[in-house]
């Protein structure tokens, strides 16, 4: 069975091993400092020894789609060229990069952040199908705006030639692979969702329809940046809240489907995550983050984000519910990625929720060794990833991996991350704040672990 360290291809790439950084909000925007922010956020992970590191969504058009402020936009080829500074420096540390590419359609800020809506009056969201029932009582409600613009069918294939655009010019600029944004309620997990595609063209009206939209991008990309190693997340809404409030969803069965067609149609490798059908803490899971919430520094940015303090307030307080619902789960996609993998024969990249080296090991099959939790069970996936475990410790990849650790893999203190899941490093990106670790014990550990080598490679 494969351990950690060994090399991996994806899509004919040779990735050095099976450690990578999943997306995240890296709020650098486009503006002069946006490259420089970039290499300061995913150098360390590089130079730390992870063998992938997947940059945060960026939008692949001009204007709308962003889910959050700052997030890059990758549509101008002048600045796109400009982040081959980026993909050398991942590069200089044998390391490869790929970049997340999406649109936020009915999840972009036009629809939840007050002061954006009222800056960009006249920006309509881009929509598979007019939004569901549930959206539009929130509409009336006042906690979200809609003024959708549902896609035709020619300008369904036009954005899936933005996608392609977009991915050339990455290739250009030194990107290793094509990530495409397939869940946390995208575009494209949209066009997937029966909850979201109501549509009675060739991009809806059954389960191998609404894969029409991944079926094209794939055609775009291919044809615009050739054989570049294409990957994509692949949602099964479980979370979702039940019938009768959401009737039409996809099962665990769904995904599982959804993968196999992909494979079929041509992508590399797929990253099965559970995840709602709107934007809530099931994509990120465990404690509510009181500390964030209480940020004096940060109280009139919320008031501006989310249309003054009532609301700010009732959106704190569906955050704390939602901690109550969505417990932190240990490797919460295992059992996706394990029936996925059970049907693919393209790599299956697993994360959410994955806190230790003995897990990565489990997960990947590895029964080598003397590390506590290995088995002998089949794997459940190729590629072990996590996301805000880098915000906490940003070499993590040198106290995970046994080329950079020093300890041996049988220390708890070598190979279980800081990160306590408690989700302080996310609510205030709500205001383009960038992602970093606000939680002073876990600050005052990594300094420790610093001052002790513990993030020198050997």
């Not at 991009?203 to 079926?215: I, N």
């Amino acid at each position: 069975m494969a351990t950690l360290e060994d090399p991996v291809e994806i899509g004919g790439l040779t990735i050095p091993n099976r450690l990578y950084r999943a997306p995240l909000l890296e709020c650098a925007g486009n503006g002069p400092d946006a490259v420089d922010a970039l290499i300061a956020d995913l150098e360390p992970a590089a130079a730390s020894g992870v063998g992938l590191v997947c940059q945060g969504a960026t939008i692949v058009r001009g204007e709308g789609g962003c889910a959050a402020p700052e997030m890059t936009r990758v549509h101008d080829p002048e600045f796109v060229s400009r982040l081959s500074r980026l993909t050398d420096r991942i590069h200089d540390h044998g390391s490869r990069i790929a970049i997340q590419l999406e649109h936020g359609g009915l999840r972009s800020m036009e629809t939840w952040h007050a002061e954006y809506h009222d800056e960009h009056p006249d920006l309509e969201q881009l929509a598979v199908s007019e939004p569901p029932w549930q959206l539009r009582v929130l509409d009336r409600l006042g906690f979200l705006a809609y003024d959708p613009h549902v896609l035709t069918t020619e300008e369904v294939y036009e954005l899936a030639a933005d996608f392609g655009r977009a991915a050339a010019r990455a290739v250009d600029a030194g990107y290793d692979a094509v990530h495409l944004a397939g869940a946390n309620m995208g575009i494209v997990q949209q066009f997937c969702s029966p909850f979201y595609n109501r549509r009675d063209d060739e991009f809806g009206g059954s389960p191998e329809a609404r894969l029409e939209f991944l079926a094209v991008v794939h055609d775009e990309i291919r044809e615009r940046a050739g054989d570049v190693p294409l990957l994509t997340k692949v949602p099964a809404e479980t979370p979702a809240p039940p019938a009768p409030i959401v009737r039409r969803k996809l099962s665990l069965r769904d995904g599982v489907e959804i993968a196999r067609r992909l494979e079929r149609i041509g992508y590399d490798a797929v990253v099965p995550v559970q995840t709602s059908v709107v934007w809530d803490m099931s994509i990120v899971r465990g404690e509510y983050p009181e500390r964030a919430w209480d940020n004096e520094g940060l109280q009139a940015e919320y008031d501006a984000a989310f249309g003054g303090p009532a609301r700010k307030r009732l959106v704190a307080l569906a955050n704390r519910l939602q901690s109550l619902q969505y417990d932190f789960e240990p490797a919460w996609n295992e059992t996706f990625c394990r029936r996925v993998r059970e049907q693919v024969s393209i790599p299956v990249l697993a994360e959410g929720g994955i806190r230790e080296r003995a897990q990565m090991d489990r997960l990947l099959g590895d029964s080598s060794g003397d590390r506590g939790g290995a088995s002998n069970a089949d794997p459940a996936c190729d590629m072990v990833g996590m996301a805000r475990p880098f915000y906490a410790e940003p070499r993590l990849g040198a106290r995970l991996l046994e080329t950079g650790s020093n300890g041996s893999a049988e220390d708890d203190d070598s190979v279980r991350v800081l990160c306590e899941s408690c989700n302080n490093c996310t609510v205030p990106q709500a205001t383009g704040a960038p992602g970093i670790c606000r939680t002073p014990t876990v600050v005052r550990k990594r300094g420790e672990l610093e001052r002790n080598g513990a993030y020198d490679r050997s």
